[in-house]
């Protein structure tokens, strides 16, 4: 499964839009992108997923280049309420005995007033 | 909406006792996955099944074992629990597309 690099730590105020990025060099042809949230006490849950150029949803934007190699989860227009860890997974959208997504340490994402 | 429970939001147990966590979704889920997590070192994978008797060891499998004789409930199993395991633990099971759902968590304190 590929490896994924993201910053451990973003700040941001309120109404601003954070763009928190994410590298997975060694992608493979058949992965998906993934992004979860996960608040304070409270189990990941699922954002966004792509698997190239522009994915929005009610939630966030995924920006994914021609070459995969690195994607960009948008939260537009933020509140204190997304302040969360955020964590970008790569791997088979498809089911395969005996894999599994692997959660990395993930972005802190700091909202102020 | 899919629904991911764990038997119990806060444990405390002795050295050496037997601990057993449980997780029932209700979604006819093949896959199910057991994770810990602690502060700084982010979601870590103990074990999977991706269907009932079957498991696969994830990255930090020592010192627990798991049980899936039910497609919808899998048991994490710490056999002689020690102080190092306490932690925040996560069920989740998913779809074939990828998408994991995620239980409240249970935070085991072993003391």
């Known amino acids: 499964l590929a490896k994924t690099t993201q910053p451990i730590s973003m700040d941001s105020y309120e109404g601003q839009e954070v763009n928190i990025t994410c590298s997975h060099n060694n992608i493979a042809t058949n992965d998906y992108i993934t992004w979860y949230q996960q608040f304070p006490s409270q189990g990941p849950r699922f954002i966004i997923q792509g698997y190239k150029t522009k994915v929005t949803n009610e939630v966030a934007s995924l920006f994914i280049p021609a070459d995969r190699k690195s994607s960009t989860l948008s939260l537009p227009r933020v509140s204190l309420s997304d302040t969360a860890v955020y964590y970008c997974l790569v791997g088979d959208k498809g089911f395969q005995a005996g894999t599994a997504l692997i959660f990395g340490k993930g972005t802190t994402l700091s909202v102020s007033s | ?111």
Request: hydrophobic fraction near 30%; charged fraction near 30%.
């Open chain 2, 1 to 111: 909406d899919v629904k991911v429970t764990q038997s119990s939001r806060y444990l405390v147990k002795r050295t050496g006792e037997k601990v057993f966590l449980e997780c029932v979704q209700d979604m006819d889920h093949e896959n199910m996955f057991w994770y810990r997590q602690d502060p700084g070192l982010g979601l870590r994978l103990i074990y999977f099944s991706y269907d009932v008797k079957m498991k696969e060891k994830g990255d930090i499998p020592e010192g627990y074992s798991v049980s899936r004789e039910k497609k919808e409930r899998f048991s994490l199993i710490l056999e002689s629990a020690s102080t190092n395991q306490t932690s925040m633990y996560l069920c989740a099971s998913r779809l074939s597309t990828g998408e994991q759902y995620f239980g409240p968590g249970t935070r085991l304190t072993v003391t």
